[in-house]
C-alpha cells in the first residue's frame, strides 16, 4: 500500500464495509468506482435497482448510497485514513451521487470518532422481532440525537400522542399498499423465500430475517409476507409501547437525501454499540400525504426521511450482501 494514495487492496476492503449498509428491500443500489494512482473512491447509484412504485423520486436509493458513504468513512478512520466527500459532483450525471477523497490521517485521534463505531458495521442488522418494554434512557437518545447532528440531521423522539399518530399512518400505509398491486408485486419481488443455509440471491429480504408475524397492531413492523406464502413463520405479541424516533432534514432536495442516508447510518450504529435493536421503518415515508403528517408540528425538521423503532430485544438476522467484485470497478 503507498504510504499516500489508497491502493487496490485498500479500496477494495474500504467497499467490502461501505456494503454492510442497509437500503430499501436490501436491493443494494450502490456502484463504486477508483482511478489507479487517485485518492478518490466514486460512488453512484444504480438505475437497475430502483423501484418505480416504492421509490419513484429514487429518495430511498439516496439514503441507501448515502449509508454506503458513510460506512466506507467509518471503514476509513478505522484505518487511519481521513475522508472528505462532494455529493453530487458532476451536474450532468445525477447517478454520480457523491465522491469520497481519502488521505492519510494526521491526528491518529480522529476526533469526529468513526474509527469507533467500526464494530458496529457487521453487528447492525434490522431486527424485525418484538422488543422489550424497558425504555431506552435519555443519556442513550441524546447520544443518538448528537449522531444525526454531527451529519447534518435531526433526530427527534416523539411523544405518547405523536407516536400513536405514527402508528396510525403505518397502519394506513399498509391499506394503501393491499390496494395497489403494483406495489405488492414490487416488494414481493424483493422478497426471496429460502433459509439460512441455502444458497440464494445476495440481495432483497431472506424469509428467516422477517421475524415472527405480528398478534394485533401495537407495533409498527412491515409485513413483507401478508398472503402467507411463507410457510411455517410463528407469530408473536410485539411491545405495546413502541419506542419510535423520527430522522429529517430542513430540506428535501437529493443532496438533503444523501445527507440523511449518512446520519441514518451514524444513529443506527451509535445504537448497535449501546445495545439497542433497530428497525428503520419507510412504509408510511412512501405515500406524499402520510409523510408530511409524520412530520412533528412546530419542529424546524421541515421533511421526514425515516422512521426507527428502537429497543432492546434480539438482534436481527444477517442479510446477503452482493460480492464486492459485483459493485467495485478499477479503472
Known amino acids: 500500500m503507498s504510504l499516500h494514495h ?39 447509484g444504480d438505475p437497475g435497482r430502483t423501484m418505480p412504485r416504492g421509490d419513484p423520486r429514487l429518495r430511498a436509493l439516496h439514503l441507501g448510497v448515502g449509508a454506503a458513504v458513510f460506512s466506507l468513512r467509518v471503514g476509513a478512520a478505522w484505518r487511519g485514513w481521513s475522508t472528505s466527500v462532494r455529493l453530487l459532483p458532476d451536474r450532468e450525471n445525477p447517478w454520480f451521487l457523491a465522491e469520497v477523497t481519502l488521505r492519510r490521517a494526521t491526528d491518529p485521534g480522529e476526533p469526529d470518532g468513526l474509527a469507533l463505531l467500526r464494530p458496529a458495521l457487521r453487528r447492525r442488522h434490522t431486527s424485525r422481532h418484538p422488543f422489550s418494554e424497558e425504555r431506552v434512557p435519555g443519556p442513550v437518545l441524546d447520544r443518538l440525537r448528537s449522531a444525526a447532528l454531527l451529519e447534518g440531521a435531526q433526530l427527534l423522539v416523539p411523544g405518547p400522542w405523536h407516536t400513536d399518530i405514527l402508528r396510525d399512518l403505518v397502519r394506513d400505509a399498509e391499506l394503501s399498499e393491499a390496494m395497489d398491486a403494483g406495489l ?26 422477517l421475524g415472527p408475524r405480528q398478534h394485533g397492531v401495537s407495533a409498527p ?42 446520519a441514518l447510518q451514524r444513529v443506527l ?63
Open 6 to 44: 489508497p491502493d487496490t487492496a485498500l479500496v477494495t476492503s474500504l467497499v467490502e464495509d461501505a456494503v454492510t449498509a442497509p437500503s430499501m428491500h436490501n436491493a443494494q443500489p450502490w456502484r463504486f468506482l477508483h482511478h489507479a494512482g487517485g485518492d478518490t473512491v466514486e460512488i453512484y
Open 184 to 209: 405488492r408485486a414490487e416488494i414481493a419481488g424483493w422478497t426471496r423465500v429460502r433459509d439460512r443455509e441455502e444458497d440464494g440471491p445476495s440481495d432483497g429480504i431472506p424469509s428467516y430475517a
Open 221 to 262: 413492523v412491515r409485513e413483507f409476507d401478508p398472503t402467507g406464502r411463507i410457510p411455517g413463520r410463528p407469530a408473536a405479541s410485539f411491545e405495546e409501547r413502541p419506542q419510535i424516533v423520527i430522522l429529517g432534514t430542513g430540506d428535501d432536495r437529493p443532496a438533503d437525501w444523501l445527507r440523511a442516508g449518512q
Open 269 to 331: 450504529l451509535q445504537a448497535t454499540l449501546d445495545g439497542l435493536a433497530t428497525s428503520p421503518i419507510s412504509q408510511p415515508l412512501e405515500w406524499p400525504d402520510l409523510r408530511e403528517t409524520a412530520r412533528a408540528p412546530h419542529s424546524e425538521m421541515g421533511y421526514v426521511h425515516m422512521l426507527v423503532r428502537l429497543g432492546y430485544g434480539p438482534a436481527g438476522a444477517p442479510t446477503g450482501r452482493r460480492p464486492v467484485a459485483e459493485v467495485l470497478e478499477f479503472v
